[in-house]
Protein backbone atom coordinates (compact mmCIF):
# COMPACT_ATOMS: atom_id res chain seq x y z
CA UNK A 1 0.00 0.00 0.00
CA UNK A 2 1.19 3.41 -0.75
CA UNK A 3 0.25 7.21 1.09
CA UNK A 4 -2.05 7.38 3.55
CA UNK A 5 -4.97 4.92 4.78
CA UNK A 6 -7.64 5.33 6.78
CA UNK A 7 -10.05 3.09 8.51
CA UNK A 8 -12.89 2.54 8.38
CA UNK A 9 -14.37 4.71 5.38
CA UNK A 10 -17.30 4.95 7.61
CA UNK A 11 -18.72 4.41 10.91
CA UNK A 12 -22.07 5.09 12.77
CA UNK A 13 -21.75 4.73 16.29
CA UNK A 14 -24.18 5.90 19.53
CA UNK A 15 -23.55 8.72 21.66
CA UNK A 16 -22.56 6.02 24.33
CA UNK A 17 -20.19 4.21 22.19
CA UNK A 18 -16.37 3.94 22.37
CA UNK A 19 -14.61 4.01 19.11
CA UNK A 20 -11.50 4.26 17.31
CA UNK A 21 -10.35 5.61 13.66
CA UNK A 22 -7.27 4.69 12.57
CA UNK A 23 -4.62 6.20 10.72
CA UNK A 24 -1.81 4.44 8.82
CA UNK A 25 0.93 6.76 6.73
CA UNK A 26 3.53 4.79 4.13
CA UNK A 27 5.54 7.95 3.13
CA UNK A 28 7.90 8.07 5.56
CA UNK A 29 7.10 11.15 7.16
CA UNK A 30 7.26 12.42 10.73
CA UNK A 31 4.28 14.36 11.37
CA UNK A 32 0.92 13.58 11.11
CA UNK A 33 -2.23 15.49 11.57
CA UNK A 34 -6.20 14.83 12.43
CA UNK A 35 -8.48 17.31 10.27
CA UNK A 36 -12.49 17.61 10.85
CA UNK A 37 -14.33 18.67 7.42
CA UNK A 38 -17.96 19.05 8.49
CA UNK A 39 -20.25 19.98 5.82
CA UNK A 40 -20.73 23.96 5.06
CA UNK A 41 -17.31 24.65 6.79
CA UNK A 42 -13.79 24.92 6.29
CA UNK A 43 -11.86 21.70 7.24
CA UNK A 44 -10.06 22.35 10.65
CA UNK A 45 -7.08 21.36 12.14
CA UNK A 46 -7.32 18.99 15.55
CA UNK A 47 -4.12 17.89 16.13
CA UNK A 48 -0.39 17.71 14.97
CA UNK A 49 2.06 15.38 16.13
CA UNK A 50 5.54 15.57 14.47
CA UNK A 51 8.08 13.11 15.94
CA UNK A 52 5.35 11.19 17.49
CA UNK A 53 4.91 14.64 19.91
CA UNK A 54 1.70 16.20 20.17
CA UNK A 55 2.48 19.92 19.15
CA UNK A 56 -0.82 21.51 18.69
CA UNK A 57 -4.18 20.91 20.20
CA UNK A 58 -6.76 23.33 18.42
CA UNK A 59 -9.07 23.32 21.75
CA UNK A 60 -10.64 19.99 21.19
CA UNK A 61 -13.44 18.58 23.67
CA UNK A 62 -11.54 16.08 25.42
CA UNK A 63 -14.61 13.64 24.06
CA UNK A 64 -12.04 12.69 21.13
CA UNK A 65 -7.96 12.05 22.27
CA UNK A 66 -5.71 11.12 19.64
CA UNK A 67 -2.71 8.35 19.64
CA UNK A 68 0.74 8.36 18.01
CA UNK A 69 2.41 5.01 18.90
CA UNK A 70 5.08 5.78 16.36
CA UNK A 71 5.25 8.12 13.02
CA UNK A 72 3.64 5.69 11.04
CA UNK A 73 0.18 5.18 12.70
CA UNK A 74 -1.98 7.52 14.07
CA UNK A 75 -5.30 7.35 16.57
CA UNK A 76 -8.54 8.89 17.15
CA UNK A 77 -10.39 7.55 20.15
CA UNK A 78 -13.74 8.46 20.12
CA UNK A 79 -16.25 8.17 23.57
CA UNK A 80 -19.36 10.09 23.93
CA UNK A 81 -19.67 11.90 21.22
CA UNK A 82 -22.58 14.29 20.10
CA UNK A 83 -24.93 13.84 17.06
CA UNK A 84 -22.94 17.54 16.10
CA UNK A 85 -19.28 15.46 15.94
CA UNK A 86 -20.73 13.86 12.79
CA UNK A 87 -18.16 14.60 10.00
CA UNK A 88 -15.77 13.39 7.47
CA UNK A 89 -12.53 12.69 10.01
CA UNK A 90 -9.48 13.43 7.61
CA UNK A 91 -5.73 12.25 8.21
CA UNK A 92 -2.59 14.02 6.71
CA UNK A 93 0.75 13.38 6.85
CA UNK A 94 3.99 15.55 5.93
CA UNK A 95 7.86 15.61 6.49
CA UNK A 96 8.27 18.54 9.08
CA UNK A 97 11.97 19.62 8.25
CA UNK A 98 11.12 22.62 10.72
CA UNK A 99 12.63 25.06 8.07
CA UNK A 100 11.17 23.63 5.11
CA UNK A 101 8.01 23.35 4.04
CA UNK A 102 6.44 20.10 2.27
CA UNK A 103 2.58 19.53 1.13
CA UNK A 104 0.54 17.45 3.41
CA UNK A 105 -0.70 14.37 1.72
CA UNK A 106 -4.37 13.08 2.99
CA UNK A 107 -6.31 10.28 3.70
CA UNK A 108 -9.83 9.39 2.33
CA UNK A 109 -11.12 10.21 5.24
CA UNK A 110 -13.67 8.31 7.88
CA UNK A 111 -17.08 9.26 7.50
CA UNK A 112 -18.34 9.49 11.29
CA UNK A 113 -22.16 9.66 11.86
CA UNK A 114 -23.39 9.84 15.63
CA UNK A 115 -26.83 8.78 15.91
CA UNK B 1 -7.25 35.32 14.30
CA UNK B 2 -7.53 33.75 10.22
CA UNK B 3 -9.92 34.70 7.93
CA UNK B 4 -9.87 33.12 4.62
CA UNK B 5 -12.55 34.08 2.08
CA UNK B 6 -12.75 32.32 -1.23
CA UNK B 7 -16.17 31.92 -3.78
CA UNK B 8 -18.75 29.24 -2.18
CA UNK B 9 -19.75 28.45 -6.08
CA UNK B 10 -18.32 28.77 -9.62
CA UNK B 11 -19.57 27.16 -12.64
CA UNK B 12 -17.37 27.14 -15.97
CA UNK B 13 -17.29 25.71 -19.81
CA UNK B 14 -15.17 22.80 -20.86
CA UNK B 15 -12.73 24.26 -22.75
CA UNK B 16 -12.84 27.61 -20.80
CA UNK B 17 -9.92 29.27 -18.22
CA UNK B 18 -11.38 30.19 -14.69
CA UNK B 19 -9.47 31.87 -11.99
CA UNK B 20 -10.57 31.14 -8.15
CA UNK B 21 -9.88 33.85 -5.42
CA UNK B 22 -8.55 33.75 -2.02
CA UNK B 23 -8.19 36.52 0.62
CA UNK B 24 -6.73 36.05 3.80
CA UNK B 25 -6.05 38.06 7.28
CA UNK B 26 -3.62 35.77 9.09
CA UNK B 27 -1.58 36.28 12.03
CA UNK B 28 1.54 34.23 10.69
CA UNK B 29 2.23 33.55 7.08
CA UNK B 30 4.17 30.88 5.66
CA UNK B 31 2.55 30.55 2.01
CA UNK B 32 -0.57 29.26 0.80
CA UNK B 33 -1.11 25.84 -0.63
CA UNK B 34 -4.19 25.42 -3.01
CA UNK B 35 -5.52 21.73 -2.97
CA UNK B 36 -8.14 20.20 -5.39
CA UNK B 37 -11.12 17.55 -3.63
CA UNK B 38 -13.08 15.07 -5.99
CA UNK B 39 -16.29 14.52 -4.12
CA UNK B 40 -15.88 11.57 -1.32
CA UNK B 41 -11.83 11.43 -1.92
CA UNK B 42 -9.49 13.10 -0.28
CA UNK B 43 -7.66 16.51 -0.83
CA UNK B 44 -4.75 16.26 -2.97
CA UNK B 45 -2.17 19.14 -3.69
CA UNK B 46 -2.40 21.59 -6.88
CA UNK B 47 0.30 24.51 -5.90
CA UNK B 48 2.42 26.23 -3.04
CA UNK B 49 2.97 29.39 -2.81
CA UNK B 50 4.89 31.74 -0.86
CA UNK B 51 6.71 34.54 -2.48
CA UNK B 52 4.52 37.45 -4.60
CA UNK B 53 4.15 35.80 -8.29
CA UNK B 54 2.65 33.70 -10.25
CA UNK B 55 3.62 29.59 -10.37
CA UNK B 56 2.56 27.89 -13.23
CA UNK B 57 1.82 23.76 -13.53
CA UNK B 58 0.89 22.91 -16.49
CA UNK B 59 -3.02 24.12 -16.98
CA UNK B 60 -2.65 25.28 -13.27
CA UNK B 61 -1.16 28.57 -12.53
CA UNK B 62 -1.36 29.98 -8.68
CA UNK B 63 -0.62 33.45 -8.04
CA UNK B 64 0.20 35.02 -4.67
CA UNK B 65 0.03 39.32 -3.43
CA UNK B 66 1.67 38.84 0.28
CA UNK B 67 0.56 42.85 0.43
CA UNK B 68 -2.48 42.10 -0.25
CA UNK B 69 -3.43 39.23 1.05
CA UNK B 70 -4.60 37.59 -2.15
CA UNK B 71 -4.05 34.78 -4.06
CA UNK B 72 -5.98 33.03 -7.19
CA UNK B 73 -5.97 29.74 -8.77
CA UNK B 74 -6.10 29.80 -12.39
CA UNK B 75 -7.23 26.45 -14.06
CA UNK B 76 -6.86 26.50 -18.17
CA UNK B 77 -8.10 24.53 -20.95
CA UNK B 78 -10.91 23.30 -18.63
CA UNK B 79 -11.75 19.57 -18.36
CA UNK B 80 -15.05 17.95 -16.86
CA UNK B 81 -12.74 15.94 -14.71
CA UNK B 82 -11.76 19.44 -13.26
CA UNK B 83 -14.80 19.34 -11.65
CA UNK B 84 -14.03 19.76 -7.96
CA UNK B 85 -13.99 21.45 -4.69
CA UNK B 86 -10.51 23.62 -4.92
CA UNK B 87 -9.61 24.20 -1.08
CA UNK B 88 -6.97 27.40 -0.11
CA UNK B 89 -5.09 27.06 3.00
CA UNK B 90 -2.60 28.98 4.90
CA UNK B 91 0.42 27.98 6.35
CA UNK B 92 1.26 29.35 10.04
CA UNK B 93 4.57 28.48 12.13
CA UNK B 94 7.01 26.60 11.54
CA UNK B 95 6.59 23.29 13.40
CA UNK B 96 4.52 20.98 11.37
CA UNK B 97 2.43 21.68 8.66
CA UNK B 98 -0.49 23.66 9.79
CA UNK B 99 -3.13 24.82 7.49
CA UNK B 100 -6.02 27.28 8.02
CA UNK B 101 -8.46 26.40 5.12
CA UNK B 102 -10.74 28.50 3.35
CA UNK B 103 -14.38 27.02 2.88
CA UNK B 104 -13.74 25.85 -0.52
CA UNK B 105 -14.63 26.81 -3.79
CA UNK B 106 -16.89 24.05 -5.64
CA UNK B 107 -16.10 24.73 -9.25
CA UNK B 108 -18.63 22.90 -12.12
CA UNK B 109 -17.23 22.50 -15.19
CA UNK B 110 -20.06 22.01 -18.10
CA UNK B 111 -19.96 20.47 -21.73
Known amino acids: ETGVTQTPRHLVMGMTNKKSLKCEQHLGHNAMYWYKQSAKKPLELMFV???????ENNSVPSRFSPECPNSSHLFLHLHTLQPEDSALYLCASSQDHGTGVTEAFFGQGTRLTVV | GQNIDQPTEMTATEGAIVQINCTYQTSGFNGLFWYQQHAGEAPTFLSY????GLEEKGRFSSFLSRSKGYSYLLLKELQMKDSASYLC????????????FGGGTRLMVKP
Open chain 2, 49 to 52: NVLD
Open chain 1, 49 to 55: YSLEERV
Open chain 2, 89 to 100: AVLRGNAGNMLT
